[in-house]
């Protein structure tokens, strides 16, 4: 993966943008995303910890240096206790929206400025740098393919394809299958965990990679404490991606 300089949240929300769909990585799911990125690397971090199930700041000033987590740290503090799913979702948009900024000043992604009705400002992203978006894609594909095994994978990579793998993202699908840019799927698209399978051997491929994303969460979260917050999180991350996925009355 690219040098370290991108946080967990921060690769996510990469891995996560559309050169074709720009306006797609501004949706709900990739906002809990985000933010389950972020939770799950304040934990690490130690500066979060599980309380009977509460999402608790160790204390009341250390900081990372990194404005995101940062903003997050500030924001639990000075909140009512929740648990870790509520905060998956709780003004998930705002780190969202400053994570993309912090990918901006990277170099990541470039901001374009624009009139709507050529009237009323507005501002574009756009993928600046689609290399390290394609990147951070193959090596999910990878680590999701058992081409290491899982013991040897650095346990942030292990992280970030957990989490994609909770997403759907296109990245996380099948090796050779759709999201060969290292970038968003619509959830269900072929190749992705939802998506069609091959003739024959599709449930036992389906067992394979239950069984890898098992081996990965537990390299990801040696400790039962973090284990316990990522299995949380990645399961308010699913649900969201499965409404996303759920057809519309009409």
Not at 32 to 41: M, S, T
Not at 87 to 96: I, P, Q, S, Y
Not at 212 to 234: K, N, Q, W
Request: with cysteine.
């Amino acid at each position: 993966m690219p040098r370290d300089p991108l946080s967990l949240p921060a690769r996510l929300c990469l891995l996560a943008w559309d050169p074709a769909r720009p306006g797609a990585a501004d949706a709900a799911r990739v906002h809990h995303l985000v933010r389950a990125g972020a939770l799950v690397e304040l934990v690490r971090r130690g500066l979060l910890r599980d309380n009977n199930g509460i999402a608790t700041p160790a204390d009341l000033d250390s900081e990372t240096g990194d404005p995101v987590l940062d903003g997050l740290l500030e924001l639990v503090r000075e909140s009512l206790p929740h648990g870790w799913r509520p905060w998956v979702a709780l003004h998930a948009r705002v780190t969202f929206d400053a994570v993309r900024e912090q990918l901006v000043a990277e170099g990541c992604l470039r901001a374009e400025k624009k009139r709507v009705l050529g009237v009323f400002p507005s501002v574009e992203y756009a993928l600046a740098r689609r290399d390290t978006a394609q990147a951070l894609g193959r090596r999910v594909r990878e680590v999701l393919a058992g081409q290491v095994p899982a013991g040897e994978v650095p346990e942030r990579d292990a992280a970030v394809a957990v989490l994609a793998a909770a997403a759907e993202l296109g990245c996380a699908g099948d090796p050779g299958g759709a999201g060969e840019q290292g970038t968003v799927n619509e959830p269900g698209a072929a190749g992705g965990p939802g998506g069609a399978q091959g003739p024959g051997g599709a449930a036992g491929a389906g067992t394979r990679r239950r069984d890898r994303i098992a081996e990965l969460a537990g390299r990801a979260a040696p400790a039962p404490a973090l284990r316990g917050v990522l299995d949380e999180v990645c399961g308010a991350v699913s649900d969201e991606t499965a409404h996303t996925k759920a057809p519309t009355g009409g």
